[in-house]
């Protein structure tokens, strides 16, 4: 029987402190390589998706603020595609992640630059690509379900990483959390202390894309 921590702990209202202790412990720990659990189940639930869109709030937590910065947008996946967040304000009006470039179109001009995806990003495509077999050269994977509400950590091998001048940026956590077959919060935290927390809102999967919602999210 897998052990199912009480439900204070799925609660993403704060930084992911408590979430931490809850899931990454070795009692929840799991390897890919057991072709038969209740991951490869959910894994084999989220490859058949075409297409995602949602509402999302986002909160980002910085180590000098008391209070977090939230964001609204609509969000889509599109598999093969990229990853699209399309904000209601802030100075990025769009942004695309696709492979290792960062597509951003900026909220006052719709000026369009590419990037090298940085490291508040880097897992960001992968993780609504449910790509764990990817994701675990860098992380340990942890899960846990009960009924159809599921919890799924990963957490960085490495204790510490170095990012540009040695500071420490890259990733070191990521919390997601979901219910059936649908992904409804993600939470990462960076080692230098930043946090970010999606939550998606009235998610739709779909078969298919239109040229509509692919030229909106996806413009080119």
């Not at 699209?84 to 909220?107: M, N, P, Q, V, W």
Request: glycine share 6%; proline share 3%; aromatic share 10%.
């Amino acid at each position: 029987m897998i052990k199912w921590l009480p439900l204070l702990f799925l609660c993403l209202s704060s930084p992911l402190y408590s979430i931490d202790t809850a899931i990454f412990d070795d009692s929840f720990r799991v390897e890919l390589v057991e072709k038969s659990s209740p991951l490869q189940e959910l894994l084999a639930l989220f490859s058949t998706r075409r297409c995602v869109e949602s509402g999302f709030t986002e909160e980002r937590y910085f180590a000098f603020r008391k209070e977090p910065v939230r964001l609204r947008g609509t969000l889509c996946y599109i598999t093969g595609v990229g990853l699209s967040l399309l904000y209601e304000e802030g100075d990025s009006r769009l942004l695309i992640f696709k492979g290792t470039e960062l597509i951003r179109y900026a909220a006052a001009d719709n000026e369009r630059s590419v990037y090298p995806v940085d490291a508040d990003h880097a897992y960001l495509e992968s993780v609504m690509a449910f790509n764990l077999p990817a994701l675990e050269n860098d992380f340990n994977v942890y899960f846990q379900t009960e009924d159809d509400q599921w919890l799924l950590g990963l957490q960085r091998r490495e204790k510490v990483v170095r990012g540009a001048k040695g500071k420490n940026i890259a990733v070191t956590s990521i919390v997601l959390q979901g219910k059936g077959s649908l992904l409804h919060t993600i939470a990462i935290r960076n080692a230098n202390g930043f946090e970010r927390v999606i939550r998606m809102e009235g998610v739709s999967v779909m078969d298919s894309v239109s040229n509509t919602l692919k030229q909106r999210y996806f413009p080119e």
